[in-house]
């Protein structure tokens, strides 16, 4: 009866229309439509990549191994299992063009049967077997036309890669397996493999992976496959990857980098929680003679507070509704544009798990935000009709809504875990909201207190002080002025000092420290020769070489490795190992020794401190490494430290010489010089070691930093629409406020204020409101900036003053822009007619 009768008033009520809950419904639907539309693109690549998994990898399987080829015994094994078969070398190299330009370069080198799957565009437009057949007794190959402007060269030009000699027949416009090419470091080349027998670029030892590409019987089951292969080669290190998940590390980046954006979008619920908020005490407001008069009639407070439940909920789950159908519809409408934007396929539609995702995201936010300005509806008495002010009631709700709301947060932090998957990042996350969310609200009550303080100060000032009196005064609306502005404007400061400071550490502070190359695959037989051109060089300041291995963690302590220490970075693919009699110079044992230097007992290595930590390991654990098909197992007898941020050497794993002993190898070689003598050095190792390739430190630190502006910028459009949602509230706060300023400015008219002077008192008031709330959200800013840099990208921070000024100008502008387009009511007021609607 009590529930019929308190949605008999809710019906009644919601009759008069939206008006007071335009900006509540705004809020919900702008929020769960930014977590909607993310949600969607992300659902939708992943679809895309299901979809096309054996185009992106160039057959239904694929079996890597690292730094070898198949063995007989495995090619006989391929052979049994596929219809099809397809070998692909990749490694990287220097591509030497006219006039001895040099440019890193990507290198494929294919088979006869590559593609299996799909086409390779060329221009022109030539079969890619007759590009790498060439011509005039050379062989062919294509390039990427950036490596071709790169090398100042024509089609028909000649080209070298080691000591080999190529024609470049066509530029490369788009391989079917580019999904697949990673990070690289350099522009694709694609040339035959058989044509790179003479380079010397594939001698035992250099770095390079085979892939293997298989197209199966159809119905093949891809798991009894796999299976067979991993076991019949349990020893031989491979890697496979099959049509079922064709491109992982796109899938696992668009997942995480999604995830990251839902986040951030939660952000920008959060500040439309402000709004809801403020929305609903402006409403109840409004009807504090309607709810006096219900209680005076006798209605009992339950149904009252029902009912005003039950209007805000069906408004919620239109909100919501709207904001679903929104963010998942933009997507599937911009569809043909999103698929020209993307390097990866996308399958655009309505999926259910994203829309589901945002509508348990806005349900949770609109009911946090709800409960807390709707427990006053239990605090309005009948006698508030006659008084003609609002009751007193409490700031703070009774205990059971303070339990439901810990409740409500914690089904939303539940949720949060839930959907990304990433625990710290969901507390992360969280933790800067709540702490920011507190900070703004003491900082708006330190605003009216300051205010309030600063009006003597004010005298002979009078739109100043003025406006001093409507911020420090009863009824201000600073509280959802600074929280939604400031919240908004504390997501993008941010994200602009952790942006500043890890475009910082990579383009400034690491180039200073890092060396000037990498050199790789330098044969034993060409150390001395290599030392003794570089120390000819008065540029050169220091030289640091190491043995370089690659091997795959396959066991600890006679387990699977991923049973011991899961998903950790280093258990995914191959790792850089070396070997050394001595501890390597500025090298620190954290704990256990080194062993002596000419210890040739059972294999011992040396783990950093960190990872090994990380990972759970201690002295006197056992690790197995597969070195070129060949298992090792080593006890660990030491722990030292790694620094990994001067981007120099740094192995997480070194081994006693005797234990790699015969083992086909290459060295690595860090050189650090000045600018000048860059350019020499990079001509004369070159010239007299072909097979070596060089890497530039400098341009590989630009290509981190290229990559990181486009994860800062996608980060920056969710902390836009946060801001956006934050401008809602702030134009809904004015609304709410045009009442209060419209009778000022007529009081003021009365005693003499001129329309300039009650307009700078007006401008002024939503200046300093502005300023107050890019002042607080600098300082959130800065705090979660370092948080973030300092305990999740372990790196060193420094404020970025002009990203945090450009965020309190931000603040002023938008305030002013707010206040200046409800201005127009205040100025235009009537006195006699305002003051008598008052009587």
């Not at 990380?614 to 056992?622: F, S």
């Not at 706060?733 to 419209?742: E, L, N």
């Not at 000022?744 to 200046?767: D, F, N, P, T, Y």
């Amino acid at each position: 009866m009590r529930i019929a009768l308190a949605a008999r008033l809710a019906r009644r009520e919601l009759r008069g229309g939206l008006a007071g809950f335009r900006i509540l419904l705004a809020c919900i639907i702008l929020g769960v439509a930014a977590i909607a539309a993310v949600g969607t693109i992300r659902e939708s690549i992943a679809a895309g990549l299901a979809r096309d998994g054996a185009a992106l990898l160039g057959g239904d399987a694929e079996i890597a191994l690292t730094y070898r080829f198949a063995t007989q015994a495995e090619k006989a094994w391929m052979e049994r299992n596929a219809d099809r078969i397809s070998e692909i070398v990749d490694f990287r190299s220097l591509a030497r063009g006219p006039d001895d330009a040099r440019a890193l370069t990507q290198v494929k080198a294919v088979d006869n049967a590559y593609p299996l799957i799909g086409n390779v565009d060329l221009d022109p437009q030539i079969p890619l077997s007759n590009a790498l057949r060439g011509q005039d007794g050379l062989p062919g190959g294509v390039m990427a036309p950036a490596l071709i402007a790169q090398l100042g060269l024509t089609i028909g030009d000649s080209f070298r890669l080691g000591t080999q000699d190529f024609r470049l027949m066509a530029a490369l416009v788009d391989e079917p397996d580019t999904a697949m090419s990673g990070f690289g470091l350099g522009p694709r080349t694609i040339v035959a493999t058989s044509a790179l027998q003479a380079s010397g670029l594939l001698a035992p030892g250099t770095l390079f992976s085979a892939r293997y590409r298989l197209v199966l019987p159809t119905g093949t089951d891809l798991a009894t496959v796999q299976s067979d292969a991993e076991t019949s080669f349990a020893s031989s290190g491979l890697s496979w990857r099959d049509a079922r998940n064709g491109a992982p590390g796109v899938a696992k980046f668009v997942q995480r980098l999604g995830a990251f954006l839902v986040l951030v979008g939660l952000s920008g619920l959060a500040v439309g929680g402000v709004g809801i908020s403020a929305a609903i005490r402006a409403y109840l407001a409004r009807k504090t003679g309607v709810i006096a008069t219900l209680r005076t009639l006798g209605a009992e407070r339950g149904v009252i507070f029902a009912s005003y439940l039950l209007q805000i909920g069906v408004l919620a789950v239109l909100g919501i509704a709207m904001g679903v159908l929104l963010g998942a519809g933009l997507p599937v409408l911009l569809s043909p544009l999103l698929n020209a934007r993307l390097p990866v396929p996308a399958v655009f539609a309505f999926y259910p798990a994203p829309m589901i995702e945002a509508a348990v995201y806005g349900t949770f936010t609109a009911l946090l935000f709800t409960l807390w300005p709707l427990a006053r509806v239990l605090d309005i008495r009948a006698a508030s009709l006659f008084r003609g002010d609002e009751a007193h009631h409490r700031t703070l709700p009774s205990w059971p809504f303070l339990m439901v709301t810990a409740l409500l947060l914690g089904g939303l932090l539940y949720a949060a875990v839930w959907f990304s998957g990433n625990l710290r990042l969901t507390l992360w996350t969280a933790g800067g909201i709540i702490g920011a969310l507190f900070l703004l609200s003491v900082s708006a009550q330190g605003v009216r207190v300051l205010a309030q303080a600063m009006r003597p100060a004010a005298r002979g000032r009078p739109p100043l002080r003025w406006a001093l009196a409507s911020i420090g005064g009863p009824g201000t609306t600073a509280g959802p002025v600074v929280l939604s502005l400031g919240l908004g404007l504390s997501v993008l400061a941010a994200v602009g000092q952790i942006d500043g400071n890890l475009r910082g550490a990579i383009q400034g502070d690491l180039h200073e420290r890092a060396p000037s190359f990498f050199f790789v695959d330098l044969q034993k037989d060409q150390m001395e020769g290599f030392r003794a051109r570089l120390n000819r060089d008065p540029g050169v300041t220091r030289i640091d070489s190491a043995p370089m291995l690659r091997g795959i963690i396959s066991q600890i302590n006679g387990r699977p490795a991923a049973e011991v220490a899961g998903d950790h970075w280093v258990l995914r693919g191959d790792r850089g190992l070396t070997y050394s009699a001595a501890p390597p110079p500025r090298a620190r044992l954290t704990a256990g020794e080194w062993w002596p230097s000419d210890y040739s007992g059972p294999p011992q290595i040396s783990f950093a401190d960190e990872e090994a930590a990380e990972m759970g390991l201690a002295l006197g654990d056992t690790i197995t490494v597969n070195i070129l098909g060949r298992d090792i197992t080593a006890e660990i007898t030491s722990l030292r430290e790694v620094d990994f941020s001067t981007a120099g050497i740094g192995f997480i794993m070194s081994m006693n010489p005797a234990a790699l002993q015969g083992a086909p190898h290459s060295f690595i070689s860090t050189v650090y010089a000045d600018a000048s003598s860059e350019t020499a050095i990079l001509r004369d190792i070159a010239s007299t070691y072909p097979n070596v390739t060089a890497i530039s430190v400098r341009d590989a630190v630009d290509q981190v930093a290229a990559l990181l502006a486009g994860l800062a910028a996608a980060t920056s459009w969710g902390a836009a629409a946060t801001l956006l949602t934050g401008f809602l509230v702030l134009i809904g706060a004015a609304a709410a406020d045009q009442g209060a300023r419209v009778f000022e400015a007529a009081v003021l008219k009365v005693l003499g204020a001129s329309r300039g002077r009650i307009l700078l008192s007006l401008a002024l008031r939503a200046a300093l409101l502005g300023a107050a709330a890019g002042i607080v959200a600098i300082g959130a800013g800065i705090l979660g900036g370092w948080a973030v840099s300092y305990y999740v990208m372990e790196t060193d921070f420094a404020v970025i003053w002009p990203s945090a000024l450009i965020i309190v100008a931000g603040g002023i502008g938008v305030t002013l822009l707010a206040a200046l387009g409800f201005a127009l009511r205040p100025l235009a007021a009537r006195p006699a007619q305002v003051l008598r609607s008052r009587e």
